[in-house]
């Protein structure tokens, strides 16, 4: 699941350029718990498809008999784990892009907590 850059509610949007904590849009502590906790759950998630999907990626490359195979078939086998392969660096993406929304409502968590004791 991607984040929209553009969405409200969406932890890129809750921090703003500056450095300065005064000068960063500020949540209440139980928003940026539950942020936090949704990308905690987002990431995990994510890491966890994306390790079974190269797992059997993995697999599946190992039982190929290539020696088995005709020419079509060869090819018919290459674009197949080509284009899982491509998934798998699609999904690889998708969990630096949530690694990064994970870093971001973490801050945003601290700056709720500090803010409000």
């Known amino acids: 699941m ?5 969405m409200d ?3 890129r949007t809750q921090l703003s350029a500056p450095e300065s904590l005064g000068e960063h ?5 139980q928003t ?15 890491q966890r498809k994306t390790g079974i999907t190269r797992a059997e990626l993995e ?4 039982n190929i008999h290539w020696g088995d195979l005709n020419l079509e ?7 197949e784990l080509k284009a899982e392969y491509n ?3 699609a999904a ?11 870093v971001i409502t973490n801050e945003n968590y601290e700056r709720a907590s500090l803010r409000d004791p």
Do not use: F, G, W
């Not at 991607?2 to 553009?6: G, K, R, V």
């Not at 078939?73 to 674009?79: D, G």
């Not at 690889?92 to 994970?102: G, L």
């Open 2 to 6: 991607m984040t929209d850059p553009h």
């Open 9 to 11: 509610n969406s932890p």
């Open 25 to 29: 849009r500020v949540a209440d502590i």
């Open 32 to 46: 940026s718990y539950s942020h936090r906790l949704h990308t905690n759950n987002v990431l995990e998630s994510q």
């Open 59 to 62: 697999l599946k490359t190992r």
């Open 73 to 79: 078939e060869k090819k018919r086998t290459r674009k």
């Open 87 to 89: 998934e798998l660096l």
């Open 92 to 102: 690889e993406n998708c969990i630096s892009k949530s690694q990064e929304d994970d």
